[in-house]
């Protein structure tokens, strides 16, 4: 399904906050309200929010003309580009429309479907590049074999991309292909987005699914309870380490210690050659309410600190591969992004 969309000169997107218990489309038509959207999650996932920002900078071009305003265009481009710093598609297609519309606005719109469309194309590259790739680490298609059974974290479906996603795009490529045994979905901590969003477009697709507490995945792991694990990036450095949502570094020392595969899917347009390592990528924290509260409803004392990023690194050498719609690079044979 399209989860995200240019429609009648607005943004119209799922409100990813009120799933599962809400399939509520929610509109944009400023860039007060984008920005909005995309720092309380309305919208997330690294290719969504490169297009949701491609779509943002079109939006500022027709609502302050970069010739006549241009003081309050660059003061919109900016702001939707700095919205969520983690991901690098954000700020990257925010970059990439930006000079189009200053010379003429009247384009911007048309490079921002371009975007989405490669997004659209990149998921089904990499659910068929990924599944393959699959099927060779853990065993090939043989008749030995049930199906594969996959770990994942977060939501990397089409929530995150437009359709079918990065990491779930595998898992709904090998469902397609009757490969799929079961898919583990850790739940996520601490806005719980593999619970509510993940195990949501796994019941859609009719995939077999079971829901695990992110403290679980390693001893799973170790119990061989998943034969890969599959997860997607916000940041992809030049030497592979990699940021995806917090916990996905445990899962890949539980991955590593129990001999299981470990996989990073992502297009490439979030491969940053600009950033050195995983030390260089700007880790967001945002702040003690997320966990000091579910949803809203408080489970530490009124006044209680907390340390919250909301994306961690995995070192390259944890990698197995990294899997994008053009390419798979073996990390664990000493290749590099």
Known sequence: MRTLDWVDDGIEMIDQTKLPQKTETLRVETVDDLVAAIKRLSIRGAPALGVAGAYG??????????????????????????????????????????????????????EAHRIRDEELAASVAMGERGADLVEELVGGSGADRDGVRVMTICN????????????????????????????????????????????????????????????????????????????????????????????????????????????????????????????????????????????????APEGTEAINPAFDVTPAGLITALVTDRRVVRLDEGETP
């Open 57 to 110: 900078v079109a939006m500022a071009a027709r609502l302050h003309d970069p010739g006549g305003d241009a003081d309050r265009f660059e003061a919109a481009v900016e702001r939707i580009r700095n919205a969520r710093p983690t991901a690098v598609n954000l700020g990257a297609m925010v970059d990439r429309v930006a000079p189009i519309a200053r010379v003429d606005p009247s384009a911007a719109l048309a």
């Open 156 to 299: 990397t479906g089409g929530l995150a991309t437009v359709e079918r996603g990065t990491a779930l795009a595998v898992v709904q490529t090998l469902h397609e292909r009757g490969r799929l045994a079961e898919a583990l979905a850790v739940e996520t901590r601490p806005l719980l987005q593999g619970g509510r969003l993940t195990t949501w477009e796994l019941q859609r697709m009719g995939a077999p699914h079971r829901l695990l507490v992110d403290s679980a995945g390693p001893f799973l792991l170790a119990r061989g309870a998943a034969d890969v694990v599959l997860i997607g990036a916000d940041r992809v450095a030049a030497n592979g380490d990699t940021a995806n949502k917090i916990g996905s570094f445990s899962l890949a020392l539980g991955a590593a210690n129990a001999g299981v595969p470990f996989v990073v899917v992502a297009p490439e347009s979030t491969v940053d050659l600009a950033t050195g390592t995983g030390d260089d990528i700007e880790i967001e924290d945002r702040g003690a309410d997320e966990v000091a509260c579910v949803r809203g409803v408080p489970i």
